[in-house]
Structure formats: C-alpha cells, structure tokens
C-alpha cells in the first residue's frame, strides 16, 4: 500500500448524501444554486442534517469553496450557506479552512478521470485555518464522482487534519444513464 494510501491522503474518510440527484431534489438544488434562491438553504440544511448521524461528531465544519469568478457571478456560494445552516445546528464553528487556487472547468460532461485532472491542485487550504488534529465535515451540494470532494480533503489532511466527513445534498450515479 502507497504512503497516501496510509495516510488519508487520496481523500475524505466517509460521504453521506440525503437523496438521489433527481426529480424533485434535483430541481430544488437547481432553484437554489442556479435561479439564486438562497431561502432555500435552510430547507434544504434541513435534509443534510437528516443524512448526518446525530452522534457523528465534528470539531469544523468546512464548505468547498468557489473560486472567486464564480462566486461573484452566482453571487453566493451554496456550499457555503448550507455550511453555515450546518455549524449553527450543530454548535460547531464554520471554517473557510479551504482556498480554491485555481480557475476549473464545469465538472459537467467530463469522465471521472477529467474530473480529477480537473481539478487536481485546485484546492489549498488557507494558513490561517488551523485545522490539525481535526475531523472535518466537508459541504457540499452534490456529488457526482467525488474528484472535488477528494481534492479538498487532500489538501486538509495536508494541513493536518485528523479526518474529513463529506456531507451533500445529492449524489448521483452514473451507473445507470437517464
């Protein structure tokens, strides 16, 4: 086994999703991340809160952040908001403990493989986060292949921490084609 085998380091520790990306749920993560309904985060907090043990516990909770472009133009990171529903739920402190460094293409459309290129080195975490010896509830919307997810826990685990837990909304699976 390889040394990032051992250590963690090829990604999150264990993911939990509420549903299915599809149907209803699908179109209310649509509503919220593309038509800037941002009311919706607290619902929708509601339905990662359903996915999460209640004994599961977290020292931080940490959104996958956006690149700045892209946050500008949405006008609010999704993950974020439903960070923020997150950590004030469960009494544990939101940390912007990540950076995107770099510009990706959409994730949409490429393979598991190009999802990973993508956005390999994407992520780093910010020196002022100190997030040694911590578990981590990574938040996220969806996940499809878990590259972006991987990447971020990568570069927590770099900075130390004890364990990263992904949390989304919806996961989607591409075994089967609509």
């Not at 990662?48 to 209640?54: K, P, S, T, W």
């Not at 939101?94 to 949409?108: D, H, P, S, Y």
Request: glycine share 8%; charged share 25%.
């Amino acid at each position: 086994m390889c040394t990032a085998c051992r250590t963690g380091l090829r990604g999150f520790d264990r993911a939990a999703s509420f549903g299915m990306y599809e149907g209803t749920l699908r179109g209310l993560i649509h509503l919220y991340k593309y038509s800037g309904m941002k009311p919706l985060a607290g619902i929708l907090a509601t339905y990662l809160e359903r996915a999460l043990a209640v004994d599961e516990m977290f020292d931080a909770v940490v959104p996958v952040p956006l690149h700045w472009r892209k946050k500008w133009s949405r006008g609010f990171n999704q993950s974020e908001l439903l960070a923020r529903h997150m950590a004030g739920r469960r009494k544990i402190p939101l940390v912007n403990a990540l950076r995107r460094r770099k510009t990706t293409a959409a994730q949409a459309g490429l393979s598991s493989a190009g999802r990973r290129r993508n956005v390999a080195g994407a992520f780093v975490a910010r020196k002022a986060a100190n997030v040694s010896g911590k578990r981590i509830l990574l938040i996220d919307d969806v996940m499809t292949t878990g590259a972006t997810a991987s990447a971020c826990a990568t570069a927590l685990k770099r900075a130390g921490a004890k364990s990263v837990s992904l949390l989304t909304l919806a996961r989607v699976d591409r075994r089967w084609k609509s």
